[in-house]
């Protein structure tokens, strides 16, 4: 409580929790004002009953649910983040820009925006095409004029909600986009709660219990995982010029269990929709063979079984993939022979290349484990007790206990800052 009492007695950092607030406000106030010529209750129906658009109404911060002018929510900024954090360790200029600290931040920030916009624009097109040949009858009688509309209006749905997120990183509290995204949980929480109520019987009441106790496991091992790190001591030489000596003494190297974060598990869902939604365009063919086809590719997909086996291995196989780009041992080895430092018992270069790989790879089995069940954990919960409506969304809780972790973490910082100026002064 005195924690909360000195963050509200801090001008600037109650600004900027109001200013947070008031944004999240105005993001929770657009996503009810609907499209043109969309029956957003039919769209609910259909997608209350699909795991998979579970999935995405998560990323987009729950909005895809109301259908409404931000319905993409905050997808194409992501995957446009997703696409130059990967091009930045394969593209040597960007590589070069991303060393040139502020500034080069900046342009790859400012080229990933560049970068929204068509793949906003293209996400929109691709969500109409799916739902006109999905055979459920939705968005199939819209003139041209009102399906240009649609488009324009989500993507530009899509620039605004990208603009709000980085406000907030800029005069708020928080990384902006996990804000808005933590934001669009939380809201669905009273709507999962109220459907609840009205299925709840003395049957099921066991169900639901073990579903809230098993949500506070989760969020332990959540909080857990996520803290956890393998510390690598590293020494450092010292060095004599003159009558002074300089270096030397010791630290430690933290490799974190959960290197990747959430990045897997959207990198998996990218690749395990694709099929499905491509074998829905191709289900109306007049072709019998190629129909055919698409039907059961769209039949094994829809196997929750089948699904949940490939989506664990998918997040597996993501989770060494993006740790393999963002930590790179040769590098971390390099550097620490150029500044003096070693590993003890190890010799610098390729040997210390060599062990920090072994760590890294042994310690990311254990993460990939943990993304893959935190991932597939809905579809077994829901299984298993037959409860739907509260059924636990390990991926939602991760995203909710990484933002608070972080959050809390940057408050901190903002406390002991102003602590420090205060001894100062």
Same mark, same amino acid.
């Given at each position: 409580?005195?924690?909360?009492?000195?963050?509200?007695?801090?001008?600037?950092?109650?600004?900027?929790?109001?200013?947070?607030?008031?944004?999240?406000?105005?993001?929770?106030?657009?996503?009810?004002?609907?499209?043109?010529?969309?029956?957003?209750?039919?769209?609910?129906?259909?997608?209350?009953?699909?795991?998979?658009?579970? @999935?995405?109404?998560?990323? *987009?911060? /729950?909005? =895809?649910?109301? !259908?409404?002018?931000?319905?993409? #929510? +905050?997808?194409?900024?992501?995957?446009?983040?997703?696409?130059?954090?990967?091009?930045?360790?394969?593209?040597?200029?960007?590589?070069?820009?991303?060393?040139?600290?502020?500034?080069?931040?900046?342009?790859?920030?400012?080229?990933?925006?560049?970068?929204?916009?068509? @793949?906003?624009?293209?996400? *929109?097109? /691709?969500? =109409?095409?799916? !739902?006109?040949?999905?055979?459920? #009858? +939705?968005?199939?009688?819209?003139?041209?004029?009102?399906?240009?509309?649609?488009?324009?209006?989500?993507?530009?749905?899509?620039?605004?909600?990208?603009?709000?997120?980085?406000?907030?990183?800029?005069?708020?509290?928080?990384?902006?986009?996990?804000?808005?995204?933590?934001?669009?949980?939380?809201?669905?929480?009273?709507?999962?709660?109220?459907?609840?109520?009205?299925?709840?019987?003395?049957?099921?009441?066991?169900?639901?219990?073990?579903?809230?106790?098993?949500?506070?496991?989760?969020?332990?091992?959540?909080?857990?995982?996520?803290?956890?790190?393998?510390?690598?001591?590293?020494?450092?030489?010292?060095?004599?010029?003159?009558?002074?000596?300089?270096?030397?003494?010791?630290?430690?190297?933290?490799?974190?269990?959960?290197?990747?974060?959430?990045?897997?598990?959207?990198?998996?869902?990218?690749?395990?929709?694709?099929?499905?939604?491509?074998?829905?365009?191709?289900?109306?063919?007049?072709?019998?063979?190629?129909?055919?086809?698409?039907?059961?590719?769209?039949?094994?997909?829809?196997?929750?079984?089948?699904?949940?086996?490939?989506?664990?291995?998918?997040?597996?196989?993501?989770?060494?993939?993006?740790?393999?780009?963002?930590?790179?041992?040769?590098?971390?080895?390099?550097?620490?022979?150029?500044?003096?430092?070693?590993?003890?018992?190890?010799?610098?270069?390729?040997?210390?290349?060599?062990?920090?790989?072994?760590?890294?790879?042994?310690?990311?089995?254990?993460?990939?484990?943990?993304?893959?069940?935190?991932?597939?954990?809905?579809?077994?919960?829901?299984?298993?007790?037959?409860?739907?409506?509260?059924?636990?969304?390990?991926?939602?809780?991760?995203?909710?206990?990484?933002?608070?972790?972080?959050?809390?973490?940057?408050?901190?910082?903002?406390?002991?800052?102003?602590?420090?100026?205060?001894?100062?002064?």
């Amino acid at each position: 409580m005195r924690v909360l009492i000195n963050i509200w007695n801090a001008p600037d950092l109650r600004k900027k929790i109001l200013f947070t607030v008031f944004i999240i406000i105005v993001f929770r106030l657009i996503t009810y004002i609907p499209l043109p010529g969309v029956d957003v209750l039919a769209l609910r129906s259909l997608f209350s009953g699909s795991q998979i658009f579970q @999935l995405l109404d998560l990323f *987009s911060g /729950g909005t =895809l649910f109301n !259908f409404s002018i931000v319905t993409l #929510g +905050l997808n194409p900024y992501i995957n446009a983040s997703i696409i130059f954090s990967l091009l930045t360790n394969v593209v040597p200029k960007l590589e070069e820009l991303q060393k040139e600290g502020e500034y080069g931040r900046a342009k790859i920030n400012q080229y990933t925006r560049y970068l929204t916009v068509p @793949l906003a624009f293209t996400q *929109s097109w /691709g969500v =109409l095409i799916f !739902f006109q040949r999905s055979g459920t #009858g +939705l968005l199939t009688h819209l003139s041209p004029l009102e399906l240009a509309t649609i488009i324009i209006a989500m993507t530009c749905g899509s620039v605004v909600l990208m603009w709000f997120g980085e406000l907030i990183t800029e005069y708020g509290i928080g990384n902006g986009i996990s804000i808005l995204i933590f934001a669009g949980i939380l809201a669905r929480l009273p709507v999962s709660l109220v459907r609840t109520t009205t299925i709840f019987t003395a049957e099921n009441a066991l169900n639901i219990l073990l579903i809230l106790v098993l949500a506070l496991v989760v969020i332990g091992a959540i909080v857990v995982i996520n803290e956890a790190h393998r510390r690598v001591l590293v020494q450092y030489a010292r060095r004599v010029r003159g009558d002074r000596s300089y270096g030397g003494g010791s630290t430690h190297l933290p490799i974190r269990i959960n290197q990747a974060g959430v990045i897997p598990i959207i990198f998996a869902i990218s690749i395990i929709l694709f099929p499905g939604m491509l074998a829905t365009f191709f289900a109306t063919s007049a072709n019998p063979a190629v129909a055919n086809a698409a039907k059961a590719v769209s039949d094994f997909f829809n196997n929750t079984t089948y699904y949940s086996i490939i989506y664990f291995f998918l997040v597996l196989i993501f989770t060494y993939f993006y740790t393999a780009i963002t930590f790179q041992p040769t590098k971390i080895a390099d550097d620490l022979r150029k500044y003096g430092g070693f590993i003890p018992g190890i010799r610098p270069g390729h040997a210390t290349s060599d062990y920090l790989s072994y760590i890294i790879n042994r310690i990311t089995l254990i993460g990939g484990i943990f993304l893959g069940v935190v991932a597939v954990l809905p579809f077994v919960v829901t299984g298993v007790t037959n409860v739907s409506t509260l059924a636990i969304g390990g991926t939602g809780l991760l995203i909710v206990v990484s933002v608070v972790l972080e959050t809390a973490k940057q408050l901190e910082s903002q406390l002991v800052m102003r602590s420090y100026e205060g001894f100062l002064h």
